[in-house]
C-alpha cells in the first residue's frame, strides 16, 4: 500500500442457513443434489407463497430464528428479544413479489464482534448487525431471452454485517475465515462456497495516513472465494489510491469483480442507486423471542473455533499458528481431534499438527476440497506419525507414503510392506553402503580426517542416495563418523 494512504474495510456476508424448509413457506430450501442438474430441477421447489402469487401470506419458519440467535451468541451479539421484519422494495425479474422480506431498523442480533489473528497479531472486529432474510431467485440468460428459476426464492439467509474496522485485505480474509468457522461448526451453514452458500459484499476506501474522516467507499458485490475478496480489496485499494493521487475523486459505486482478469468494474453508481423504500412487513408480526429459549440455545451450543483454538494451545502445546490452521474449518478440526485420541494424547500431537498443517493441507488445498471428501483418515496420519517416530519411516518415506494414501486410501501399513519403504536401521545393511561411499570418495574421507567436519553431511547425503533416501538419518550420522574415523 502507498505509504500515505490508509484503506477501510467492511464486510456484508450472505450465509444461507441449512434449513430444511424456506423462510416463509414449507418448500425445500436446500434442492438435494440428485435435482440440482438438468432442466428438470428447475422451479421444482416452490409453492404459491415463496412464487410471489397476490393473497398468500408468509409464516416464519421458527429454526431460522433459532439458528439466527446461535450465530448471534457465538458472535458475542446483543440478540433483540423484539425485532421485526422490513420489505425492502426492488423490481427485479428473480423477485415476482417487487419486494423481499428482510430486516432493517430492528434486526435480530446487534453489537457483536469476532477475533481475528494475522501476522501483526490479533484483533478485534466489531459486528455491527446479523439480520434475517430471504433469498430472491436466479435469472437465466439465453441469447435473446431469459429464464427465471425460483428454486432460490424464499431460502433463508443470515446477513452479517461488520464495521467498518479491517485495514488490509489480509484482515478481511481473516474475518471471512473467522466467521466462516463459526457458521460450519455451528452447522446452520453448509458452508458450500462455490453455491454461494456464504458470499460476500466488500466495502473499501482509502484516505490520507492517520485520518480520521473516511473516504468514499466502493462496494464490491458477491465475492464468493476468500482468495477472489483479498484479491478483490488489493485490486481496489491500488485503483482509489490512484484516482485520490491523480487528483480525482473516488465516487461511491457498486462494482464487480472479474476474477480472469483480476479487476474490478463499475456496476452502477450512486445516483443510480435505488430507493428501497423500507416499511414495516405488514404480513407479519412483530417477532418476540423468549428469553428462556435463547438461554437454552446458549447452553446447547457447541465447541466453537475460539474455544478449540484455546484448548488446542493451552492442552497441546500447540503454536498460536498451528492451532489456528487445525481449527479453520470444522472437517480439519474434527480429523485432528481424532488422529489426536488414536495417539492417545498429548505426546504425539506436535508432529501429528505438522503433518495436518503440512503435508495435509497442501494435497486438500491444491485439490481445493475439505480433508473430508479426501481418502485420507485420522488413521493414516496416526500411522505415519507413530511410524516416524519409532524410526520405522524416515519423513522422506513417510511423505512418498502420503502420496500414496491420497491417491489410493489404502492402510499406511500396506503400502510401506508394498512398496519397501521401511527404513533402513540395521548396523549389518547400511555398513557395506557406507564402507563402499568411503572407497569411492577417498579425498573427502582425508579432509575430514583431517578436521573438516562439514564433510560429515556429505557423506551422509551419499548413503541415503545410495539407499534410495530409507536409510534412518540419525543413526547414519554417528555409524559414518565411526567408520571414517575408526
Ligand atoms: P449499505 O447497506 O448501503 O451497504 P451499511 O451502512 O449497511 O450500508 O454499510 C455497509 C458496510 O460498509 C458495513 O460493513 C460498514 O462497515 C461498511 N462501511 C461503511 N462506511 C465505509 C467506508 N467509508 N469505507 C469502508 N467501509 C465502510
Ligand atoms: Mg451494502
Ligand atoms: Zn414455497
Not at 428482510?102 to 477475533?115: K, M, T, V, Y
Not at 488422529?339 to 505438522?354: D, E, H, R, T, Y
Request: proline letters at 4%.
Amino acid at each position: 500500500m502507498h505509504p500515505e494512504f490508509e484503506a477501510v474495510i467492511g464486510l456484508e456476508v450472505h450465509c444461507q442457513l441449512a434449513t430444511e424448509s424456506k423462510i416463509f413457506c414449507s418448500c425445500r430450501a436446500r434442492v438435494p443434489a440428485e435435482q440440482s442438474v438438468g432442466e428438470m430441477a428447475v422451479n421444482l421447489n416452490t409453492c404459491p407463497v415463496c412464487a410471489g402469487h397476490p393473497g398468500t401470506l408468509p409464516v416464519l419458519n421458527q429454526k431460522v430464528v433459532e439458528y439466527a440467535i446461535q450465530a448471534g451468541l457465538a458472535t458475542h451479539s446483543k440478540i433483540n428479544l423484539k425485532n421485526r421484519f422490513a420489505r425492502k422494495n426492488y423490481f427485479y425479474p428473480d423477485l415476482p413479489k417487487g419486494y423481499q422480506i428482510s430486516q432493517f431498523e430492528l434486526p435480530i442480533c446487534e453489537n457483536g464482534w469476532l477475533n481475528i489473528e494475522t501476522d501483526a497479531g490479533q484483533r478485534r472486529i466489531q459486528i455491527q448487525r446479523i439480520h434475517m432474510e430471504e433469498d430472491a431467485g436466479k435469472n437465466v440468460h439465453m441469447a435473446g431471452f431469459s429464464l427465471v428459476n425460483l428454486n432460490r426464492a424464499g431460502v433463508p439467509l443470515i446477513e452479517i454485517v461488520s464495521g467498518p474496522d479491517m485495514k488490509t485485505s489480509e484482515e478481511a480474509g481473516a474475518y471471512l475465515r473467522a466467521l466462516y468457522a463459526v457458521v460450519t461448526y455451528l452447522g446452520i451453514c453448509d458452508g458450500n462456497l462455490q453455491e454461494g452458500n456464504f458470499r460476500c459484499d466488500a466495502n473499501v476506501s482509502v484516505m490520507p495516513k492517520g485520518s480520521t474522516r473516511f473516504g468514499t467507499r466502493a462496494e464490491i458485490k458477491n465475492v464468493n472465494s476468500f482468495r477472489f475478496v483479498e484479491k478483490a480489496i488489493d485490486y481496489e485499494i491500488a485503483r482509489q489510491i490512484e484516482v485520490v493521487r491523480s487528483g480525482g475523486r473516488v465516487i461511491q459505486e457498486t462494482r464487480t469483480y472479474d476474477s480472469d482478469k483480476d479487476i474490478t468494474i463499475s456496476m452502477r453508481s450512486k445516483e443510480e442507486a435505488q430507493d428501497y423504500r423500507y416499511f414495516t412487513e405488514p404480513d407479519l408480526i412483530p417477532l418476540e423471542i423468549d428469553e428462556a429459549w435463547v438461554q437454552k440455545i446458549a447452553s446447547n451450543l457447541p465447541e466453537l473455533p475460539e474455544q478449540k483454538k484455546t484448548r488446542l494451545i493451552s492442552d497441546l502445546g500447540l503454536s498460536p499458528y498451528d492451532a489456528g490452521v487445525l481449527t479453520g474449518t470444522k472437517s480439519l478440526a474434527e480429523f485432528f481431534d481424532r488422529v489426536v485420541q488414536i495417539l492417545g494424547g498429548s505426546a504425539l500431537a506436535k508432529p501429528a499438527a505438522n503433518w495436518v498443517t503440512g503435508e495435509v493441507s497442501r494435497l486438500i488445498n491444491e485439490a481445493g476440497i475439505e480433508i473430508h471428501q479426501s481418502k485420507i483418515r485420522p488413521e493414516h496420519i496416526a500411522d505415519l506419525v507413530r511410524l516416524v517416530h519409532d524410526q520405522v519411516l524416515s519423513s522422506t518415506g513417510a511423505k512418498q507414503v502420503l502420496a500414496l494414501v491420497w491417491t489410493s486410501g489404502d492402510a499406511v501399513q500396506v503400502i510401506v510392506d508394498r512398496e519397501g519403504l521401511k527404513q533402513v536401521s540395521d548396523v549389518g545393511a547400511l555398513d557395506p553402503v557406507i564402507q563402499k561411499v568411503i572407497e569411492n570418495n577417498p579425498k573427502q574421507a582425508a579432509e575430514f580426517r583431517a578436521g573438516k567436519d562439514k564433510l560429515l553431511g556429505f557423506f551422509v547425503g551419499q548413503v541415503m542416495k545410495e539407499t534410495g533416501g530409507k536409510a534412518n538419518p540419525g543413526l547414519l550420522g554417528e555409524l559414518v563418523k565411526k567408520k571414517l574415523l575408526g
